[in-house]
């Protein structure tokens, strides 16, 4: 089945810096790469996802780049703000298998001002 | 848009007992919605997926007997955790698929047992 593995798993940076975080996944019929934000003890928010027939997509400072070839994908944060502190988990949707996500380990961003 | 609720946010039973947790899509139909459990600093693990009208699937390793899920309606899935123990003490968070895939997480459960 899909693996997600996802580093680092701690991430500290300066305010106004940018901040990167790397997945990688095990199946290449996978097909759809969200991102998730968790506050402390608040639900996952959906903050940026891509799917297997784009590279890159981006909303405002944050950017996701996928490489299916390689099977990775990156999320890219610029300028950051002690706002974007929280847990990020990637995740991944295995092809036909009813829609189910694959999530990775997590990153603890901590942007110090 | 996609709003999920969650309830109750807070259960607290003894062990032995059954707890029933909800999870509802409020503006949106879904189809399927997923049950995962989270640890302290942990990652989310999916522990099934429930469809409306039908069976839950469950991961391996997910008892299906002590993890009853029931997706009576497009907007309403149930989770019950039967004769829970304290190993069961964990937060649960549900999700529904909108569309194309997208997951819209609730503001998960918190249940502790004594």
């Known amino acids: 089945g899909e693996n997600v593995e996802q580093h680092p798993s701690t991430l500290s940076v300066q305010e106004g810096d940018s901040a990167v975080i790397k997945c990688t996944y095990s199946?290449?019929?996978?097909?759809?790469f969200p991102w998730y934000k968790q506050e402390l003890g608040k639900r996952p928010q959906l903050i940026i996802d891509?799917?297997?027939?784009?590279g890159e997509k981006k909303d405002q400072r944050i950017a996701v780049t996928l490489n299916k070839t390689a099977k990775h994908f990156s999320l890219h944060i610029t300028e950051t703000q002690p706002e974007d502190s929280a847990v990020y988990f990637c995740?991944?949707?295995?092809?036909?298998?009813?829609?189910?996500?694959?999530f990775g380990q997590g990153t603890e961003l901590s942007v110090k001002p | 848009g996609a709003v999920v609720s969650q309830h109750p946010s807070w259960v607290i039973c003894k062990s032995g007992t059954s707890v029933k947790i909800e999870c509802r899509s409020l503006?949106?139909?879904?189809?399927?919605m997923f049950w995962y459990r989270q640890f302290p600093k942990q990652s989310l693990m999916l522990m099934a997926t429930?469809?409306?009208?039908?069976?839950?699937?469950?991961e391996q390793g997910v008892e299906k007997d002590k993890f009853l899920i029931n997706h009576a309606s497009l907007t309403l899935s149930t989770l019950t955790v039967t004769s829970a123990h304290p190993e069961d003490s964990s937060f649960y968070i549900c999700?529904?698929?909108?569309?194309?895939?997208?997951?819209?997480f609730g503001p998960g459960t918190r249940l502790l047992v004594l």
């Open positions: 429930s469809n409306e009208g039908s069976k839950a699937t469950y």
């Open positions: 999700s529904a698929a909108g569309l194309q895939e997208t997951q819209y």
């Open positions: 891509i799917r297997s027939n784009v």
């Open positions: 503006d949106f139909q879904a189809t399927t």
């Open positions: 995740a991944a949707t295995p092809y036909n298998q009813g829609g189910k996500l694959i």
């Open positions: 199946d290449s019929a996978s097909n759809y």
